[in-house]
Each structure stands twice: as C-alpha cells, then as structure tokens.
C-alpha cells in the first residue's frame, strides 16, 4: 500500500516558497482522503490554513513554539469540511533534513489525540518540507489512534508543470541499462518517475494501443487498462499487440498479453467494463494520469469530472477523419486536450456532445424509442480510421506528457494542441472554466474526492 500527496500549483508554489524562509514556518493542510480498490491512499490537497504570526510563540531556524490558536481553528474547518488536517511544518535550507527530530515527535505526541478528536479524521497525518533546487523534498506520515505511522510515499504536483517526488527516505534505485538512450535525453530522474508513474488508459483501441506500447517503451510500469469491447476483424488493422487470433477477445486482455511480452515486469490492472458504470471508473481512484482513448462522449463526461474530483491531469484525445466527394480522404484531424486542476473541462471547451452523451447512456430500448420519435441523436454509425493517424496523434499526446514532466516547452503551457495533417497546421490554445462550472476553483469541487454519488453525478443502473 503506498500513500500519495497531491498538489496543485497553488498549494505546491506556497509550500515551496514557505520552506525558502529562513525560520521554521508551520499551518495546518487541509486533504480530502481517498482510497483506491488496491488499498492506496490519495490525500488531494485542498486548502492551506497557515498559523498567523501572533501565534508564534518562539520561531527560530530550528524550531517552533506555537499556541494553540495557530492551529484549533483549522481543525474546526477539517471537521466542517470533512477534510483531513494534516500539520505542517518546514525544516529550512537546502541542505536541511526534512525528517522528523527528536522535538517533532514530542509535539506529534503531545498533538495527535487532539487532531484527530477536534476535526474528526481517522489519522493524524504530518509533512516535513525542506527546499531542494527546484522543488521541495518532504517526509509525511499519516498516524491512527494506537496504530503504527503509515508513511506518505509520494508527493504529487499536477497542474501546468507535473513532478512526482519519492519521500525523502525512501530508497530509489537507478533506471535499468536497457533505458540508457532515454536517460540520455531527459536523465535519471526522469527515467524514475515514468517507471513509478500509475497510469490508465482508457479505450484499448487504435489510439489507446498505441499509447500503451510507447509507454511501456519509455520504462511506464503501472498500469490500468479500461475497455468493454472485444476485438473486431477492422481492429487488427491498427490495435498493436493484436493478430487474427486475437479476433473475439477482450481489448483489455490483448493489450495487456502484448505489454507483458514487452516488459514481463509490468503490472496491469484490467477493467473489462465501460468507464460509464460506477465501478469500473472508481477503478481509477489510485492513477497519477489518465489517457482518454475513448469515442464516446458520456466516457469523456466521466473522465472530465474525475480530472476535477480526484485532482488527475487527463490527456484526452480525438482523432478525425473526414471524406468528401466519392468517399475519399479529405480531413485528416486530431485533438490532444490536458484537463488539470484550474483548466476548463471538456464541457467547457465544447468538447463533448452532451446530447450524444444521454443517449450513450440509456438502455438499448430506451434509445431505439427516442431515436424512432426524434428526441435522441442516432448512434452506431461506424466512423473511418486509419493506424497512421490514430498513431500519430498518440505520439503527439505523450510528447505533450513528457513536456509536462521535463519542461522542454514554452511557458504557460497551452491545455490543448489541435492537429490539421491535411493542412499541414499545428495550432494550441488555453481555456478557462466557466464561472458556475463544476471545473471553476469556485466550485469548490476541485479535490473534493470520494463523494456520495461519485463524482456527484447518477449513474447507470447495473
């Protein structure tokens, strides 16, 4: 079982920049706690409370003294809230340990009781951030009543530029030999992060195949792979990993058969069902990203407001391909679209179909009658695709991932690329979300986790 922090840009920028203080400097972090069917913990990072100044009793390099008005208050915020407070202190300079000292674990006993009691939470959980050239490095705990600390793994920050980051204590092995011309390129802590990455793909088709197979290419080694369908005779013609024989079989189980004979060290989590019904897309709760290889439109809806909810960066991809006169290529499209917290979803951006996206979700008489009575959009028509462009636009969504881990491109990052091969065109754009949308910070939904329904939305009966 491994625990996760995710950050927004915000938060991460805040926390960062209160480590490069010369003192000590503390506050209470507010997190929505949810848990993946694996076991794994995600803490998404929802508000930072920080102890005013009037609260700092002593304040020196190294160490602190607060009263407790610095931080009761928050805990009442975390029970009204249903959040997490996890306390938060920095062990300043760059050459500082965060890890927790001698006087830090008195507090952590002297407190603990009294966090979990005021705000109602199962664990008292802790952060110790030290400022690192670039980043920060952090350890974290989270602690339940008479129960051994459950360490915080990893340190997640999604927005416009992604970081993953291992405890300070945790033990990190080099990359492989057999990466050596990766590493040549973006180096070895890139190289680790793609191999503890937890990633789903979501669609194992032509586009999501192909995303598959450069991943586990590129050293990706966790993955979770979401397709309802089986293999048709057309798909061989572009779904990698897939022969004749595979003809009849899962998606999913196909793909994975390939990935393995790849990297027999991989590990794959199947989901042999549609990201429509309830418990395939809680399947995703525990994924750092997700690739959106979907067609259908209520799939995006789905993964749209999982990337608000869950605070994960979606890579969601379109490709097109137009005819015209007597049938013969005349479009040639493709979309990569990055949703992540504080970016306008796919609802905002026009995106999705929301009439399409009802009907893909009625039962099979529901639709046939308001197709019949033209209340509902016609659906099943078999859309033309080709191995060549449903490739393409994957390469292009991964390049857009590793820019986003790296940082090779210019800054700010556009949240969308749109590919007009028949043209030769390349363009990109930014959007905002819409005030009063699920996806606007003033919604409060961003990071809000595990809800009642999930994702605050109704779902198909089963």
Not at 312 to 324: A, C, F, Q, R
Request: hydrophobic share 40%.
């Amino acid at each position: 079982m491994i625990a996760t922090l995710v950050l927004t840009d915000e938060i991460y920028g805040a926390m960062e920049a209160a480590s490069l203080i010369p003192l000590e400097t503390a506050g209470v972090l507010l997190a929505s706690l949810v848990r993946a069917p694996n076991g794994d913990m995600r803490l998404l990072a929802k508000e930072m409370c920080w102890v005013p100044d009037d609260a700092y009793l002593e304040r020196r390099v190294d160490s602190l003294l607060i009263a407790s008005h610095g931080y009761v208050p928050a805990l009442g915020k975390a029970e009204q809230t249903k959040t997490l407070p996890i306390w938060f202190h920095t062990h300043p300079s760059t050459v500082g340990h965060p890890t927790p000292s001698l006087a830090d674990q008195k507090v952590d006993r002297e407190i603990g009781d009294l966090f979990r009691l005021r705000s109602g939470a199962e664990f008292y959980a802790t952060l110790i951030v030290s400022p690192r050239d670039g980043g920060i490095a952090f350890t974290g705990a989270l602690h339940a009543e008479h129960c051994e600390g459950q360490k915080i793994d990893r340190l997640w920050r999604v927005g416009d530029h992604w970081r993953l980051t291992q405890s300070f204590d945790a033990h990190v092995e080099g990359p492989a030999s057999i990466f050596d011309r990766s590493v040549r390129a973006f180096g070895p802590a890139i190289q680790q992060v793609l191999g503890d990455l937890r990633v789903a793909i979501v669609g194992c088709g032509g586009t999501g195949s192909a995303v598959a197979e450069q991943l586990v290419r590129l050293g990706v080694r966790h993955f979770t792979l979401v397709d309802a369908d089986t293999l048709t005779e057309s798909n061989v013609t572009r779904v990698y990993g897939s022969t004749p024989d595979s003809v009849g079989r899962a998606k999913t189980e196909v793909l994975a058969e390939h990935l393995r004979r790849i990297a027999p060290d991989v590990q794959i989590s199947l989901v042999t069902s549609m990201v429509t019904l309830q418990p395939a897309a809680k399947q995703l709760v525990g994924c750092d990203l997700i690739f959106g290889c979907t067609d259908d439109n209520a799939g995006r809806l789905v993964l749209s407001r999982l990337s608000t909810f869950l605070a994960v960066p979606v890579i969601d991809i379109g490709v097109m391909l137009s005819t015209g006169a007597g049938g013969l290529l005349a479009g040639i499209d493709g979309r990569i679209t990055i949703l992540s917290p504080g970016a306008a979803c796919l609802v905002c951006r026009g995106r999705v179909d929301l009439a399409r996206a009802a009907t893909e979700l009625m039962t099979p008489d529901e639709r046939k009658r308001l197709e019949d009575e033209g209340y509902a959009p016609a659906l099943g028509r078999v859309e033309p695709a080709v191995v060549t462009f449903t490739t393409g636009v994957a390469s292009a969504a991964i390049t857009e991932m590793l820019e986003r881990l790296i940082g090779f491109g210019p800054n700010p990052r556009p949240s969308e690329v749109l590919l007009r091969w028949h043209e030769r065109e390349i363009s990109t754009n930014q959007a905002l979300p819409r005030m009063g949308h699920y996806c606007h910070p003033d919604s409060q939904k961003i990071a809000k986790g595990a809800t009642e329904p999930f994702l605050e939305q109704a779902w198909p009966e089963l």
